[in-house]
């Protein structure tokens, strides 16, 4: 018998002093394609990622972003590879996201694992 | 002979893989230590292809026809920011496309960037330096493997022979992006420089048998690329001006030249889960004064397109067609009249060049790819040299290539 795995809900989560409490699909959106890269508080946005052919990337890019994951690599590619910008930091694993993002200030990321007890702002995502 | 011919390629070849495993090789420590010095601050990324490329009919690559390992492209850039406002940021690439663009070593963007205004809405950079073309829809990584759809792009736009000077300008650009909540996404640029040009450069383009020196006097371009809110299309539109001048050396053939080109262009994209749709059509304005000698003068309005599609088959595999037309001058599509006005010393079909291509993209691994391709052209107007064309090695009407690379990014 074959069981299919559930698919989790995707928390968006920052760092803790990101004092906001939700966001909208189409911020994210300009989050993630580095159209935004400061904070209404003016502090820079650090922004990390799994890995493009990480199935929680996969899910988050094109549930959540409504983008499909190999326009957010092109975006990405061009900003790294032309001058014009910085690409998101790329973390391995749900654990590696969790760390990064309570370390470093200003941050967000992703996971669809929060059992655990990190210190991370989790936003709602308002229509 | 023809056993110290072969001997003589097979060195050659030989030599160019083992610098270009070489070069993996330090690029895989590379990224080893990349990946743990990459941070919030300091960021240095790369790429690294070697392919196989055999035209059959032109001298689009080499000038013997010959299967040839001219298709190198190695690059590393690294990016630091040096306050919250301030960023500086550089790319050394090598290139090796035979005679497609002088091989070697270039800086292919070296710049200040500043943060000049941010709210939710809108984002607005200057940047100061040597930076890339953005204006084109792959303009700035058309010598980055990976990021663009074929080994060999639409020649009707992305002319190899005007490489380095289409491929940015050392002066200042600025990106301003709007991004509305009803109206979608707005990214606007600007930029005005000029390139230098080496004797190599000049040839490539001139021919063989200048002397004097080639400078480009400036270059501004602007464009505006448009997507709806949450929208698969984007459609775009740019403009360029530029002028190009040749200085005389006192032994010449030639006299002193300038050279003008305006460019109108507009796009689209459609960026569907497993299609994509993608198109440029370009008009051209180029004028020439002087060169040949003091008096001549000359205007034509070039004509290019191509439309493209991709389809993803699955994780690993995508399949590409293209079509695309280019006419040197619109109003002698067929090249008659460039025929008869040089007394038959240029044949008509370096008025145009008409490409069809197939190819597909394998994913071995997230950050290795192989591409192969296959062109089916008639005509020679988009080969190098263009202000004086060979057509002593270019004698025939149709001809075609394949081509063959490995890439590797981090």
Redesign the interface.
Known sequence: MVVASPIKAMHVITHASVKIESI?P??LR?IY?I????W?SST?I?VFVL???HTIHKNFAKNTL?I?P??LD?VW??L????????P?IVQSQEEMLKAVSS?PGAIGYVDDLNKEVDVNVLNISI | MLMFLIFQYNVNYMIRIRYAFAFVAMLFIGQVNGQES???AW?V?G?VAQGLIDVDGSSFVNNDGALSAELTEI?I?G?Y?LN?YV?I???AVYLDGGNRYVEGARI??A?L?F?VF???KW?V?L?LGR??N?NWLYS??RD?P??RPSIILPQSKYFDGFRDIAMGSDGISA?V?Y?S?NYG?FDFYFSYGSSSLETEDVKLLLGDLVKGKGKQRFDAQASLYWQP??SPWQLGVSLLDSDFYYERANSDLYADGLFSFQQLSSSFLY???KWEFSGEITQSKFTQNGFYFEEYSRGTTGLGAYVQSRF?YN?QLSLLARVEKFYADEKDKNGSQLEKNTGGAVPSYFGYQNDITVGSSFMLA?NMRVDIEHHWVEGTSRLTPVISPNKELNNQRRWSMWAVQFMYWF
Do not use: C, I, M, W
Not at chain 1, 35 to 38: E, I, S
């Open positions: 909208t189409a911020q300009r394609s159209r935004q890269t400061r209404a820079p650090t890995p493009s052919q409504n499909f190999y326009k092109r590619n061009k790294t590879f032309s001058g014009l910008g910085v690409a930091t470093t | 990459n941070n919030e960021q990324h790429f690059g850039n990016s920011q919250d960023r940021t550089g790319q292919d963007y710049l960037d943060g941010q709210d939710d984002l950079n940047y930076f890339k953005n700035s990584t980055v990976h990021a990106k992006v991004s909540e996404d809110l949450f960026e569907g889960e993803q994780n997230d």
